[in-house]
């Protein structure tokens, strides 16, 4: 906690000192332009050996040679800046004797230097703001995180490298040592930044010793420079930081990319190539092959903010955004503005003065190719955010997608998923007749047919047996005759195709109906096979059942356990559908007949309406009953007995003979598939006995012995032969429950005779 404290202690003082450095080179800056002068001393005179492009003394009548006499009234030697620097920095005026030996006394001003206040005051100033609230914000967030610690830090010092650079530039002393401090510490910072927050992701960025040197060696050149300041020093240690920045990168990329880590290594190239990429394409390249920069290096240099906002945004995000996506992006765009671009070229290069291979042209070109990569990212946006109030529904194709599978998931059938596919596509189309054909491979004419050419036009069918099907899959759309058609499944010998007219309003499918019919092919082309292996495996399942059961009477367990799993999950949606459709409808009606009778003051009318009520709440019992049974309440909540005790108690009040029972309360069924076969068969054998038996006695018994569970069941009804017994309950009686008995692994016998009631014991295997 004290370190904690103490660590957000460190962070205040550097803002309040980032604050006051701010304001003393904010008037620095504005007290005196920067003027540009570099100058040499030669036989105890100053010549002026160079004016720089930027700089005040490039908009003046001064020329390289001439002799600068004095500096704000004195010898240049007096004047700090041409001392240290040999330049002429910070002066309000000064006399300069040009070849014609005429001396002149310039003042030095903003005057005409509009452009001045931009580049060296008002967009350093903005960076170093923009930094300064960045850190501000990432103090509030996230001040007990280390690595926010230090990525404050580093945009404080950012910041101050930006706005110091000015200052630096006048020859002010302050700003000269700043400038050096937070450049070169400033990478170091960024450095020891990324070692922290890549260890989120596993990832090792830089070891700690090697860290520690950098520091080391950071303090050495700092000192070095007090002693005797070296630009190229300071230059060439900071190109050797960026190049050490760029390896261990490079490097981590090369060793993580299939690693979970590489997309925010990604996003850390792209934002360091997004960030000095202006630089090196607007500035270093053409100059190197123009002798002139499309941008200054000042204004380039405002790219930088990419940075400091990249990394705020990783330190604070929960999720990234998907750099993969971006850069395919970036790839598909990028190919498209290129070919424009180069167009726009050449046809300004025809029609205008413009040289084709000139600067202004390249210039234009990049421009063009930037802007228009930028506006097609930023059309994608626009459409995804406005598409709902500039197309109709009719024509939403993506909404029409959405409602078509939504339909599909409750089919069942292959017959009815057709129909609802050709129902979609003449709707949203306005197209003509639509059908679905089939057509087959005939092996040895070595053609295609129709095969169900009964309702089909000979013309239609000599034109679908001239094409070779074999080259289309599933989601092609081609054109056939006067309409469409679109392949929805089939393999190589056979195709299922939907067929349809042109369109009423005469006119041409265009690109986005294309896209959707090819769409809805191909996805309803996985549906429609789903649904043909499903009803094949439905009439492979009867005839295999029909031929063991034509056998030895009975099927495999795992059959009857699959079979009566997707009976249970029919029930449990059945009475789902019957508990929030028919009886919450129910219970609507009655309490609006309820609100009817208080208004009603007839006397026979309210009669009659409570008859009604009475009739609606023996309804609403019956339907809430039904739910009971097709889905036992809470039987895994109670317990197979406390279940099978509450069915017990309903068949009690309902039932016209004396039923004696005996549940083992010790019994634990920890399998819900046992405890529910259980109850199944208790409900199955006390139905029969309600329904059918005729008994005036009931008993039923369940117990446990040695991992076992007895159940027996007696009775004294009319009872049956036994060579009648399977074949009176095919399905829902006693073929049923045996069948269920089975599935877990357990017995069954049946003791009857006619008029001497039958007894049922059962015997069920629940533990090893």
Known sequence: MKKATRAIGLIHLPILIVLGLTGY????????????LEVKEANNQWIVEKVYKNGWASNQSIEEGDVLELVDGERPEQHSTVTLFNRVEMAKSMTILDENLEQKTI??????????YIIYLIIPFIFN???????????????????????????????????SASVSARGDLVGRALNIITLLGSLILFIHFLKNYLLRF??????????????????????????????????????????FLFFQLIKLYLKFRDSEGRAILKLLGVTLLAAFSPFVLL???????????????????????????????????????????????????????????????????????IQLFSSVTAMIFLLLYVCTTLFLYVKEVIDYKVKHHLFSKKNDFEMSLYKFFQKARYETKVESLLTHLMNEIQDVLAVKKVRHVVVKKAVEEDRWVLKNSAHSPDSLADGLETIQWEGYDAGSLYEIMDGFGIIIGGDHTSKDIILFGMKNSKTNLNVQEKIWLETLAYFSSILLENFQLIEGLFDKIEHYQEQLESKDGHYPHWLARLTFSLSEKERAGLATDLHDSVLQDQLHILRKVEMVKKKVEDASVQQELNDVT?????????????????????????GVIQSIQNYIDKVKLRCNFLLKTELDPSIQIMDAEYALVLYRVVQELLNNAMKHSLASKVNLS????????????????????????????????ILGMKERIKSVGGTIDMVSAPGQGIKVMIEVKVGN
């Not at 003042?107 to 001045?116: K, P």
């Not at 700690?208 to 070296?230: C, E, G, H, K, T």
């Not at 990249?310 to 765009?333: K, M, N, S």
């Not at 012995?705 to 095919?730: A, P, R, S, V």
């Open 129 to 163: 703001a923009a930094t300064l609230s960045l850190s501000l914000f990432l103090y509030r967030k996230r001040k007990n995180d280390k690595a926010a610690r230090i990525l404050i830090y580093f945009l404080l010092s950012m910041g101050i490298t930006y706005l």
């Open 614 to 638: 009475e009739l609606m709440l023996d309804n609403i019992h019956l339907i809430r009953e039904t739910c009971h049974e097709l889905l036992p309440p809470f039987l895994t909540e109670l």
């Open 283 to 353: 500035y270093v390249l053409p100059n190197v092959f123009f002798d002139k920069n499309f941008v200054s290096a000042e204004v380039t240099a405002i790219f930088l903010i990419i940075i400091p906002i990249a990394f705020v945004y990783l330190q604070l995000a929960e999720q990234l955004f998907d750099i993969e996506y971006i850069i395919g992006r970036l790839r598909y765009y990028s190919l498209l503005a290129f070919p424009f671009a180069i167009f726009i070229i050449i046809l300004l290069s025809l029609t205008t003065p």
């Open 107 to 116: 003042e030095i001003s903003y005057d005409h230097l509009g452009t001045q």
């Open 702 to 733: 369940l117990c446990q012995h040695d991992q076992k569970i007895l159940l027996t069941y007696e009775d004294n009804g009319k009872g049956m032969e036994m060579t009648q017994l399977h074949n009176t309950f095919q399905t829902i009686g």
């Open 25 to 36: 080179f904010t008037i620095k800056i504005w007290e005196s332009p920067l003027i540009g």
């Open 202 to 243: 596993n990832l090792l960025f830089i070891k700690d010793r090697l860290l520690a040197s950098l520091y080391v060696v950071y303090s050495i050149v700092l000192v070095l420079m007090a002693i005797d300041f070296n630009t190229k020093v300071v230059l060439f240690f900071f190109f050797l930081l960026l190049g």
